[in-house]
Structure formats: C-alpha cells, structure tokens
C-alpha cells in the first residue's frame, strides 16, 4: 500500500533493512538524516520513516528517530546499499503521515544513495492536524458493504468486506466469476483509501461486457495485523504469519458465503485472486495452497522479500499447480523487486504446467496509481 513519489534528496533508509536482506556485493555507505524544521504542532517525540525499504511499515521500531539532547531528531544508519529509495515520515501510522501546510498529500521522498550522506529534511504539517477539505466518496453505485465486521472464525477477528457487482447483475440471471483482491479499503473507494484507490469499480464499469463481466470481493486489511496476515510465514521482523489462517477463511468461510448470496461461477476456472505488495504474496500462496479452489491469481508488485521459505514451497507444490498467473511489478520499486519475483517466477515455470503472463515496467513505483494502470491489463488477460 502505498504512496507516490516526490523530492530529490538523497536517501534513506534502506538500511538495516537492506543489510539484513540484500546482496553484501552491493556497495555500502554511512547515511544521517536529520529532521532540521519540524511542524510545531504536535509536541512529538516519536518520529519513524516508512518506505520501500521496510514494506511501508509506519511503526517500524529500527526506523525511528532519536533525540540529542537538544530535542533534535535525527537517525544514523551505518550500513545503507547504494540505490534509490522512496519514503515518508509517520509519527506512528498512516493516519499520522506527513504532509502540506494545507493537508495535502505529499509524494513520496526519493533519493539515490552514491556516498557516506548526511540528509535535512523539514516536516511541514502531519496528516492528522492539518485543515483539508474532507475526502470525497468515490465508490460506483454497483459497490456496496456486505458487513462492516465480517467475523473471521479462523483468526477471531472481524474485517468489513465490500462487493462489486457487474452493472447487469440486477436485471439477468446469469452467474459470474469472482475475483477475490485484499487491502479491501483501497479498492474502491477514495473516501477510505489512505494511499489513493486502485479504482477497480471504475474500471469493470468500463470493461464489462455481456460477455465479459465478473464479481470482485474486497476484504479490509487489518492496518497493524497486514504484515502478518498476507504472510503464511513467520518472519522475525513482523512475527508469526497468518496467511496459512487467512487464506483458510477466505476457502472456507468467505466463499461459501459469497456463493451462497450471489449468483457465482463456483469451479476454480472462474475463481480469481489478486493483491499487490504483501497481497501480491498472500495471492500466490493461496493459489499454490488452493489449486482447486483458485484457477487465476494477480500478483502484482509481490512482497516475496518477507517470505524466503516460499522457494522450497513452490518446488513441492508447483506440479500441481496448472492455473493461471499474472505477475507485475515495477523496475523502480526496489532493488530486489524484479529479481525476486523472477525467481519465483523460474521456479514455477520449471515445476508446473501453470500459464503465465509476466508484465514489467521499468519505471513503475511501488503504490496504487501505477496498480490502478496495470488492472485493466491483468482484467483483459484473464477473459
């Protein structure tokens, strides 16, 4: 999830993430960033930097500032990759990003790490106390909230799920296929998509066809629960995964009742599933988990860093795969981006009988607006 692009300074904290997960053969330097003007509203003694070094995780303890004894805010890496990194500042959550004096949105940080650097940064105003017009719901008529607090027995939380139905729905007796995407809150509607929205109702209104239409499902992300529920592995940094219990619910629970509500092609050849970043991931798991149940999976700018076991998974369970696979992803996202995904990507080709389709773009970045440019793509693929 997550935001856009901006600046010019040099970057940032790849860091500690970099050097625990990225190549030692790249070149390394020493990087400072200081915070030299602050917004003087709130007192505030917690400051982290979020970005595409660390999944855009906003709380994120080994990106948070320190204080001299000044009450100065700066953050020292000493060991940084070369590279170009996007980032932002949070003072703990995306409700509490950085932002305009008049509560804009602001692009994403970028800088290109070359040297040792020591980079100055100014925070004009944060997210939550600035004065903004108030955000406008987008969703289409054809959206609409099948429950704000969907019970989720296999984690024993409860998520809103929203549905889009194709624009014929109403007046035919025909049943469709359903496309199943996470980060449900992103999906259709500005009004609730912090990071801009993926516009897929805007989308299927123009793609759908009599011949071409289908159901999308849009399940919410849990905001602090994301990192360890779109991931079926344990991962030091983020915990224990729950993508095994997620995607579970989603063969047990959630389609059962999607397909006991609606009108839906229920066979795995008209049962899609879809997401970017730790979606992309959960995505593919599930796909590779559920061959029955899922014939076509979107996977587009995966998070495949968070989940180092998923190579030994895929050779075990790759011959039964014979679905379909749409993989995206942006040569400006991050180092490894391209890399890993195509890796994953050799590994299925020679394990399975899969079809797969691999989109790159070589200046894509890592939020909704390049995602939201791809899903016609992937939509028109897929018919």
């Not at 860091?15 to 625990?20: H, K, N, P, T």
């Not at 399975?352 to 693929?381: D, L, M």
């Amino acid at each position: 999830m997550q935001y856009t692009k901006v600046s010019y300074m040099k970057k940032i904290s790849v860091i500690i993430i970099s050097v625990l997960f990225f190549s030692n053969s790249y070149c390394q330097y020493t990087v400072r960033l200081n915070i030299t003007q602050l917004s003087a509203q709130p007192k505030t003694n917690v400051i982290f930097v979020a970005g595409s070094f660390n999944n855009w995780t906003p709380n994120d303890e080994d990106n948070k500032f320190q204080q001299d004894s000044a009450g100065n805010f700066f953050l020292n890496y000493p060991r940084v990759d070369s590279g170009t990194y996007e980032f932002k500042f949070t003072r703990g959550s995306w409700q509490t990003v950085e932002c305009k004096k008049n509560g804009a949105d602001i692009e994403n940080r970028i800088v290109t790490i070359k040297s040792d650097t020591v980079l100055n940064f100014s925070i004009e105003s944060w997210k939550d106390l600035s004065m903004q017009e108030p955000r406008k719901h987008t969703a289409s008529k054809n959206v609409h909230i099948i429950d704000s607090a969907f019970y989720i027995p296999q984690l024993n939380r409860h998520r809103r799920i929203w549905i889009y139905l194709p624009p014929d729905y109403s007046s035919s007796q025909k049943k469709y296929a359903v496309l199943y995407m996470h980060d449900g809150q992103n999906l259709f509607d500005e009004y609730t998509a912090a990071f801009g929205e993926w516009g897929i109702d805007e989308a299927m209104d123009t793609l759908s066809t009599s011949k071409k239409s289908l159901i999308v499902v849009g399940i919410d992300n849990g905001a602090e629960k994301r990192m360890s529920e779109y991931n079926p592995y344990e991962y030091d940094r983020f915990g224990k995964g729950e993508g095994k219990e997620y995607t579970n619910f989603l063969v047990s629970t959630l389609k059962p009742f999607i397909d006991a509500h609606y009108r839906t092609k229920k066979d795995s050849a008209h049962t899609y599933i879809a997401g970017s970043s730790m979606g992309g991931l959960i995505s593919f798991y599930a796909i590779l988990e559920y061959p029955k149940i899922f014939g076509v999976a979107g996977i587009f700018s995966p998070a495949f860093w968070t989940a180092p076991q998923l190579n030994d998974e895929v050779k075990r369970k790759a011959s039964s795969v014979k679905g379909k696979f749409y993989f995206y992803a942006g040569g400006s996202e991050s180092k490894t981006m391209v890399s890993d995904m195509q890796n994953i990507i050799d590994i299925l080709r020679d394990n399975s009988k899969a079809q797969i389709k691999v989109e790159i773009n070589n200046e894509g970045r890592h939020n909704e607006t390049n995602w939201r440019r791809e899903f016609p793509k992937f939509y028109n693929w897929i018919n």
